[in-house]
């Protein structure tokens, strides 16, 4: 079945180790979205991909990056994590699909996430 | 920028009993879009909205998008054990791709 796919599902790094989330697609999307999600609250946009061309979101601290070798892969670095960086880490992707108004134009698709603890 | 308000932030209900949640952006939008998050999961979308007025049903859930496409709801008629979880309302801009989050209506349902 076509999906989302997040590795790992669980990750523990500690204080200021370096850390690195993946995500793969089966979909055929032209967008990647990266997403931290802490207890009880709303997504949060950190940056997405159009194809090849990276938006960051202008409050995403740059200990922060992305990489988007091909369109089925994605990766999330974080470069010194700190305790505040614990969370959910949702991958999403959708497929803008030419006409502004026509649905399915923002749908976007989830994977499970990675739930980073930082030690 | 953009901005989407949800409320209730949190909703308990006896089973049975019905249960709404509300969305309101700054903006008006081109479209709005519900997701379901149960305990421990991801969001999962539910539904899209881009008409002026629009009303869609699943089953016993109730979307509606206000004429002027800046406030949406969702209604669950006679609530279930399984509908337990958290709501969010997410608005699309005109021209744009991102979704905008509200923050969530958090729904226990107690039997």
């Known amino acids: 079945d076509a999906m989302v796919i997040q590795n790992p599902r669980y990750q523990v790094t500690q204080f200021g180790k370096p850390v690195t989330l993946s995500c793969s697609q089966t979909?055929?999307?032209?967008?990647m979205y990266w997403y931290q999600q802490k207890s009880s609250q709303a997504p949060k946009l950190l940056f997405h991909?159009?194809?090849?061309?990276?938006?960051n979101e202008a409050d995403t601290p740059d200990n922060f990056q992305s990489r988007r070798p091909n369109t089925s892969f994605c990766f999330l670095d974080i470069r010194s994590p700190g305790l505040g960086d614990a969370a959910m880490y949702l991958c999403a992707t959708s497929r803008p699909s030419g006409g502004r108004d026509l649905a399915g134009w923002h749908t976007q698709y989830f994977g499970p996430g990675t739930r980073l603890t930082v030690l | 920028g953009q901005q989407v308000m949800q409320i209730p932030q949190y909703q308990h209900v006896q089973e049975g009993e019905d249960f709404t949640t509300y969305c309101n952006s700054s903006t008006t939008l081109s479209n709005i879009q519900w997701y379901k998050q149960r305990p421990g999961g991801h969001p999962v979308f539910l539904i899209q909205l881009v008409k002026s007025g629009e009303v869609k049903k699943q089953k016993r859930l109730t979307f509606q998008f206000g004429e002027a496409k800046k406030n949406s709801s969702l209604h669950i008629t006679a609530t279930q054990t399984t509908d337990v979880g958290t709501y969010f309302c997410?608005?699309?801009?005109?021209?744009?791709?991102?979704?905008?989050f509200g923050k969530g209506t958090k729904l226990s349902v107690i039997p």
């Open positions: 997410a608005g699309g801009g005109a021209g744009s791709y991102q979704l905008t």
């Open positions: 991909y159009y194809d090849k061309d990276f938006n």
């Open positions: 979909l055929n999307h032209n967008v």
